[in-house]
């Protein structure tokens, strides 16, 4: 019989995932291929896309079926792997949310004036409050819910604002005249690379909302996941690409603040500001949540202070960014190295697609193999070609 699936959480799962996804990175790695690549950027977003939904559904299927978080399937494949991984996802997530920190910092300071670093402790405390709040499952899904509609509505007022020339971008999206290896790398890594294809997967674990008769359910989610923050990009693509074919030169300091502002002026730099904070905040809570979810099985003790471990977690993240100031130049970094790991984490899923002792008697399905292959393959090939850029400088 199939049993009755909850919405509620599988939503909040699916807005997780996707305000994990939206955090500042995202928007200066939107506003800055944008105006390299200009209308060609339509082209490796669409391929992102791809990317990133077969990513997705390979590794919520796989965790759903399973029954267990990723770490717990890698050492089932091969013992010590699931350590390795989370080694690389938990320091990835740590990186991530300094910047995470940052951005919800930089809301503050543009909406009321206060510092950068007042407003990264005010937001690390709002984050730490949905956490210690007794449902706090709960919370996390109403607040993924609501950041998440709030960044995607200011992003589409922008984009309508801003006047893009849409018919361009929709031929170069087929016809791209201009492409980047380290685009495709980093917007593949910042929206599932890392720990953030993990978040709503397991979320769902910790719901107990898995099972192979659920895995229709499953694949909506990951899929709605993958839409809403495909979703955000192509706004923000848009909106940025009305600024920079005007023959603006985005401010390199802050080149996402560049294109709200030179689209709406002093209302557009106010709205920046909600949008980076409510990006920023929402990240905190994902990343948080999901790194930690990667050493919680490891120890009784990990998962008895699970609570207490993701609020010092978020701590100690705000302290590393008061400490040593604005890291916003790794968060272009941070998202190709989660692009790194894409590969690495994705491999591991298939194998144990294919191992009756994770996953019981599910039969993979083929496509969804074969494309699966052909993403870690990729992103390897682009892993390599970004290196060779990064050496070369060509």
């Not at 706090?136 to 006047?163: H, N, P, Q, R, Y």
Request: hydrophobic letters at 55%; aromatic letters at 10%.
């Amino acid at each position: 019989m199939k049993k009755k699936y909850n919405w509620s959480i599988l939503l909040g799962a699916a807005f997780l995932m996707a305000s994990s996804a939206i955090g500042p990175g995202f928007l200066t790695q939107t506003a800055v291929f944008t105006e390299q690549l200009g209308a060609s950027f339509a082209f490796v977003i669409l391929l992102s896309i791809i990317l990133d939904a077969v990513a997705q559904l390979n590794i919520w299927r796989i965790i759903a079926v399973a029954d267990k978080p990723a770490q717990d399937i890698a050492n089932q494949v091969f013992p010590g792997l699931g350590y390795f991984i989370s080694f690389l996802v938990f320091l990835g997530g740590l990186a991530f949310n300094i910047g995470n920190i940052a951005g919800a910092g930089l809301g503050l300071n543009v909406l009321f004036g206060i510092s950068v670093s007042h407003g990264a402790i005010i937001s690390a405390i709002i984050a730490i409050g949905i956490f210690i709040y007794k449902e706090a499952g709960k919370a996390m899904d109403v607040f993924a819910k609501t950041m998440g509609l709030i960044k995607i509505l200011l992003a589409l007022f922008i984009a309508w604002v801003s006047e893009p020339p849409l018919a361009e971008a929709a031929i170069r999206a087929v016809n791209p005249t201009q492409f980047s290896f380290t685009a495709v790398l980093t917007i593949v890594g910042g929206t599932v690379g890392g720990y953030i294809t993990f978040s709503g997967a397991h979320r769902l674990l910790d719901a107990r909302q898995t099972g192979i008769e659920n895995l229709s359910a499953v694949n909506k989610g990951a899929l709605s996941a993958i839409g809403l923050a495909s979703l955000m990009r192509l706004l923000l693509f848009i909106a940025a690409l009305g600024v920079v074919s005007t023959g603006v030169k985005l401010d390199p300091s802050n080149p996402a603040a560049s294109v709200f502002k030179f689209a709406s002026g002093e209302l557009g730099y106010k709205i920046f500001g909600v949008v980076i904070w409510a990006a920023g905040i929402s990240s905190v809570v994902g990343s948080a949540y999901t790194s930690v979810s990667f050493i919680k099985s490891f120890h009784p003790v990990i998962l008895k202070f699970n609570r207490e471990i993701i609020i010092t977690f978020i701590s100690i993240s705000c302290i590393i960014f008061i400490l040593i100031g604005k890291p916003v130049s790794i968060l272009l970094t941070v998202g190709a190295i989660n692009g790194f790991i894409l590969p690495i984490a994705l491999g591991i899923m298939l194998v144990a697609a294919y191992r009756s002792k994770i996953v019981s008697n599910y039969k993979q399905p083929l496509l969804l193999t074969i494309t699966g292959l052909a993403v870690v393959i990729t992103m390897v090939w682009m892993s390599y070609g970004t290196i060779v850029q990064m050496i070369t400088g060509k």
